[in-house]
């Protein structure tokens, strides 16, 4: 029972505050020094907050203007040369004032940046740009890295699709702006990785002025710190990469600290082929330094002592973590060509309110079902495996929220999936009950041989559900794998509730003589069906139905794969009035375009993704059933698969 309180304790720990607070009134709780000034900041914001509720780290920023705040937050111990103290200490409070529970861009919409592919080539012309295909090559391999990226983050469930040719819309859920701005930065680098081998004579020819053919003058920058000045080192750097060793040779990087400095430094390890080459490099060149140079600036230039020959490399700079972490999680996934982000806006949840609503209500009523049911068929039993169901959904939330996982539809379904199983396991263990007691045993003997009579085939349906619900993470995506973490977590502690908590209660009150018999209502009575005589004809309708659905399928062809899968048309508007998403969702079915996804964005945008070559038809409907919003057409792209 002390386990079973303090995994409770810690859920619910994890999950409160399960919503964010407003950052206005962060801001107003936690300054210090009150004055007139920070009145008129705190007023200012507070009206902005009424006209864009949205948006209210801008609103604060924009109160504040070129105000000093940090004499408002002496607990914020900020360096001496912070060059943006107002914004570390609005990032700082942000992060204070965010909730536990994190919605994905199904439920509450986030940021979309649209990217587009730089030309590879340094000068731009008719004669050197990438073929077609190549060039989708490039969008599928930029997508796969980004995906990479997004996911060392820690960002969950993002959209991540091509867009026309040669763009990608990248969709994050709501961030906070700082890490909206971390996103911007690394969804950006093209992290070009090569090692150059710096000029014997570096020093001397650096300070003389004079420059040698096939090297180039680089910097090599340490921050500033505390109490110091940024220092600056020049080097004359080979202008190609050593035996061409770039970071294509790369096969892993990660962090780890100088065991002498304690301060952090990045490790690469090479593949075979890379392994090789840094062999022959460091071999052939000992007393030299191999200057380490990522999108051409310089990052460390360390001397070569000795052969290495283990197939690994340090970068060693004057690194914070975050910049270390930020830098390896950039150089495992570089980019073959290079991404300009060309468009940034917020955008509303991509299944709109009455999705949501609905998909909650279904939700509800499900668990509320079940719970009844289990109340009304096995009384007090019952009400003790709706004990165990609570528990149950709060253990999975406060583990979902500890874990950082991210909130979605398929997720919230995933849940309503393991309350099933949870009880699927008490009706087991409950029938099991009603057959020992019918056979004449005890209340506590029939309890201890229902336990154990349906521990196998609970463990079993469990772990069967585990191995498909792992490799839905291993191997999905997006919504599939937010399906996957929680049916996965799920079905573990539903088998932890289900076979401990639900005993714990019925021990505990047999013991304390509370509990003298468990009354159950008897329907379907127990009858001798002798199943494998319908065997042949079950096994033949069986096999009819599933030749005549796979069958269709393939009469359907393509068009039986959703946009998720397909891709589709992304139809963009503008708008003068708003009209709710439901209502633009039920024209569209009832033209029979099939399901859409319909998402408002900032700057009276409305965005309508949709099967492939409707898009006209999606601006024709909008225009004759909306005419009082006045839809004009911005653009029809071309939009590849999410999933």
């Not at 004057?318 to 390896?328: G, I, N, P, W, Y």
């Not at 979605?408 to 263990?429: H, K, Q, R, S, Y």
């Not at 993470?473 to 573990?492: D, E």
């Not at 009858?527 to 096994?539: E, H, M, Q, Y």
């Amino acid at each position: 029972w002390f386990f079973v309180f303090l995994l409770l304790g810690w859920a619910l720990y994890s999950i409160y505050p399960p919503s964010s607070r407003n950052l206005v009134d962060e801001f107003t709780e936690n300054a210090a020094n009150r004055d007139t000034n920070l009145t008129t900041i705190v007023t200012r914001a507070r009206e902005l907050d009424k006209t864009r509720p949205q948006r209210d780290f801008g609103n604060l920023r924009q109160a504040i203007g070129t105000n000093d705040i940090t004499k408002y937050f002496p607990q914020y111990k900020l360096t001496q040369n912070e060059p943006q103290p107002t914004r570390a200490i609005l990032n700082r409070l942000q992060r204070d004032a965010s909730g536990k529970v994190h919605l994905g861009l199904d439920l509450q919409g986030g940021t979309a940046f649209v990217m587009k592919l730089q030309n590879p080539q340094r000068e731009s012309s008719e004669t050197n740009a990438p073929s077609e295909t190549d060039r989708t090559a490039m969008v599928e391999q930029a997508i796969e890295v980004l995906r990479r990226r997004v996911d060392a983050f820690g960002i969950a469930e993002p959209v991540i699709q091509p867009e026309g040719t040669d763009r990608i819309l990248v969709q994050l859920p709501g961030l906070s702006e700082d890490a909206i701005e971390t996103a911007r930065t690394n969804l950006q680098k093209a992290a070009f990785l090569e090692f150059r081998l710096v000029h014997p004579e570096s020093g001397e020819l650096v300070n003389q002025g004079i420059s040698v053919p096939g090297y180039e003058k680089l910097a090599l920058r340490r921050a500033a710190r505390e109490g110091e000045r940024e220092t600056v080192q020049y080097f004359l750097v080979k202008k190609k990469a050593e035996q061409g060793l770039t970071g294509a040779f790369v096969s892993r990087a990660g962090v780890t600290r100088d065991p002498m400095s304690n301060t952090p430094q990045i490790i690469l390890r090479f593949d075979g082929k890379g392994a090789d080459l840094f062999g022959d490099i460091t071999r052939n060149n000992v007393g030299r330094q191999l200057g380490i140079v990522l999108d051409g600036e310089l990052y460390s230039a360390p001397r070569i002592n000795e052969p290495i020959t283990g197939g690994s490399a340090q970068i060693t700079g004057d690194f914070t973590l975050k910049e270390a972490l930020e830098l390896s999680h950039v150089l495992e996934n570089p980019l073959a060509a290079p991404l300009k982000i060309v468009d940034e806006r917020g955008v509303d949840p991509s299944l709109g309110k009455d999705s949501i609503q609905s998909g909650i209500r279904a939700s509800i009523i499900g668990i509320t079902a079940v719970a009844v049911f289990m109340l009304v068929y096995y009384m007090f039993a019952g009400m003790v495996a709706n004990i165990a169901l609570i528990i149950n959904t709060i253990l999975l939330i406060g583990t979902m929220c500890a874990i950082g996982t991210t909130f979605t539809v398929p997720g919230i379904a995933g849940i309503v999936l393991t309350v099933g199983m949870a009880v699927d396991a008490n009706v087991l263990i409950y029938e099991r009950m009603r057959e020992e007691l019918a056979a004449g045993k005890s209340l506590r003997g029939a309890i201890v041989a229902g336990y154990a009579k349906a521990f196998r085939t609970i463990f079993d349906s469990h772990v069967t559900t585990l191995i498909s619900s792992v490799i839905l993470i291993w191997m999905g995506t997006g919504p599939v794998k937010g399906f996957g973490v929680a049916l996965t977590i799920g079905v573990a502690l539903s088998l932890f509730t289900a076979l401990v908590i639900t005993r714990l209660i019925f021990d505990l009150l047999i013991n304390k003589g509370h509990l003298k018999s468990l009354p159950m209502l008897h329907i379907i009575k127990s009858a001798n069906v002798d199943f494998l005589r319908w065997a042949k004809p079950a096994f033949i309708t069986s096999w009819t139905v599933i030749a005549i659905g796979v069958g269709y399928g393939f009469y359907r062809g393509g068009n039986v794969m959703g946009v998720d899968f397909a891709g589709g048309d992304a139809v963009s508007l503008s708008y003068v009035q708003k009209i709710p998403t439901e209502q633009i969702r039920q024209a569209l079915e009832q033209a029979h375009l099939g399901e859409a996804t319909i998402q408002y964005q900032q700057g009276n945008q409305l965005q309508v993704t949709i099967g492939s070559n409707t898009g006209p038809q999606v601006m024709q409907i909008m225009q004759s059933k909306f005419p009082q919003a006045q839809f004009k057409l911005r653009s029809i792209e071309r939009v590849g698969a999410i999933v």
